[in-house]
């Protein structure tokens, strides 16, 4: 098995009285994806954005326990968040390129904010990080145009594109082809299997099939506990737990 990239340690997090993930801890091994499962409103969303910090941004969150990112407490008093959302990329469940931004601006949007940079090495940046998301060929001669003209998939392809720029260690995504088509979904699945040999990858979906398809690892989680977590053929094919079963077989959720 790969070594763990991300740890989580007795995870809680409240908002306010709701108490959203109960002492969670699982690891997410290094250049694997890991899918996180389970039905609306059970935590899912709210566990993937504490890796990243993103709770720092609501007033009523509390965040306990440990995620460890390389053995480093990102939760440390020390620790600056922006230089972990640096290291933690993240995708959101709707495509959401800069709206009065260029494709070629979009890519380097994150890697400017961390400097000065010149022009031949932004073109760089711009013509791999597309290749890389497999948009190139589709945007090369327009590259000046408004990102917003762009389909919906492309979009989302866009966004990685933008996430993978600033040369994150892991990307978080958050039901990354819920909002697509079914080809723009295989597109972004196809990337995903790519993506893993450079990043370590957790993504959050309600698609059964999506996790199956796209996943080494699968963690089932309910009412903000996690069930149980594992490879994800053993998981789909001989899960320990009953609710794990009744889950996957669609008995509930």
Request: glycine share 6%; net charge neutral.
């Amino acid at each position: 098995m790969n070594s763990s990239k991300v740890h989580l340690e007795g995870l809680n997090i409240s908002f306010g009285k709701t108490h959203a993930v109960k002492d969670v801890s699982i690891d997410f091994p290094e250049h694997s994806v890991t899918a996180i499962i389970g039905p609306s409103g059970c935590g899912k969303s709210t566990l993937l954005r504490s890796i990243n910090r993103m709770h720092d941004l609501v007033p009523s969150a509390r965040v306990t326990g440990k995620i460890l990112l390389d053995n480093d407490d990102i939760y440390d008093r020390g620790v600056d968040p922006v230089s972990i959302r640096r290291r933690v990329g993240m995708v959101f469940q709707k495509p959401n390129p800069f709206p009065a931004m260029s494709i070629y601006d979009n890519v380097v949007a994150g890697y400017k904010l961390n400097g000065r940079m010149v022009r031949s090495e932004a073109d760089e940046i711009v013509e791999t990080c597309l290749k890389r998301v497999a948009l190139w060929d589709e945007v090369k001669d327009r590259l000046k145009t408004n990102a917003m003209n762009l389909s919906g998939g492309q979009q989302q392809r866009l966004c990685i594109a933008r996430t993978i720029a600033v040369k994150p260690e892991v990307i978080l995504m958050d039901e990354p082809a819920s909002a697509l088509d079914p080809i723009s979904t295989l597109k972004i699945e196809e990337l995903i299997e790519e993506l893993k040999e450079r990043y370590t990858i957790i993504i959050v979906t309600h698609n059964m099939q999506q996790a199956a398809r796209v996943s080494d690892f699968t963690a089932f989680l309910y009412l903000g506990e996690l069930i149980e977590c594992g490879g994800t053929k053993k998981i789909f094919t001989t899960p320990e737990q009953k609710q794990t079963e009744d889950y996957i077989t669609g008995r509930f959720g």
